[in-house]
């Protein structure tokens, strides 16, 4: 039988190789054609797009994952995802709503950036290379508002109508929460799971190494687009 921690890896790795070339930047064409073609408010179809991007959006499950790691109490998770949605919440409205315009490529190479550090955290690596231990939640808020540049860099490609903007921007940040919501309970069900077998703790660092290196793959795509874009 195959270890939960080397399938995770494998799992992660092909799955981020998949997932960047079926959504590059997040943007379905068939969903992008849709919404330049609709105006006024569109309430539930922006719940939809919103849940479905971060459903399928790898790099914030990544984040997500790595986040929620080594946390055991509901109360540790319900804050640092709170910190989390608080943080890409306000820059995804505000970036929209504002048009402030970030390139995607740099915005989702720091997103991937995220998973690295976190991952990182998980490994203890800051303790042993620097003798101290970052503020993750300090950590999980600002990586939240660079998170939520890249939903609104998603929702400026939609190039959505003026016409019911804010309803439909509202709408699209609920249905992320909600996307948010269905992923974070698929991984805490894995996660109990694996937790309650001798090979958790055993291949914990392996699975954060996999982890750590699909935000280097994420980093790495990325950069790569960017450059020769």
Do not use: C
Not at 8 to 21: D, E, I, K, M, R
Not at 45 to 73: N, S
């Amino acid at each position: 039988m195959k270890h939960p921690g080397r399938v995770l890896g494998v799992f992660l790795l092909t799955s981020l190789a998949l997932w960047s070339q079926a959504f590059a930047h997040g943007v379905a064409e068939g969903d992008k054609g849709y919404i330049q073609e609709i105006t006024g408010v569109h309430f539930i179809e922006f719940i939809y797009l919103g849940a479905k991007h971060m459903v399928t959006g790898y790099d914030h499950i990544l984040f997500l994952l790595g986040v929620i790691f080594f946390l055991y109490k509901m109360k540790h998770i319900a804050i640092y995802v709170s910190l989390f949605a608080l943080g890409h919440s306000t820059t995804m409205l505000a970036g929209v709503y504002f048009n402030i315009g970030i390139n995607s490529y740099i915005i989702d190479a720091i997103i991937g950036l995220s998973v690295v550090y976190k991952a990182l955290d998980n490994l203890g690596a800051y303790q042993r290379w620097f003798g101290f231990q970052p503020n993750m939640k300090l950590a999980t808020l600002v990586f939240g508002f660079f998170h939520g540049f890249g939903l609104s860099s998603k929702i400026l490609d939609y190039e959505v109508s003026p016409d019911g903007l804010l309803p439909n921007l509202l709408a699209f940040n609920i249905g992320v929460e909600i996307g948010q919501l269905l992923a974070l309970a698929a991984i805490l069900i894995a996660m109990g799971y694996w937790r309650r077998t001798p090979s958790f703790l055993k291949h914990a660092y392996t699975a954060n190494v996999a982890v750590m290196s699909a935000g280097f793959m994420l980093i790495g795509y990325q950069l790569t687009g960017y450059f020769v874009s």
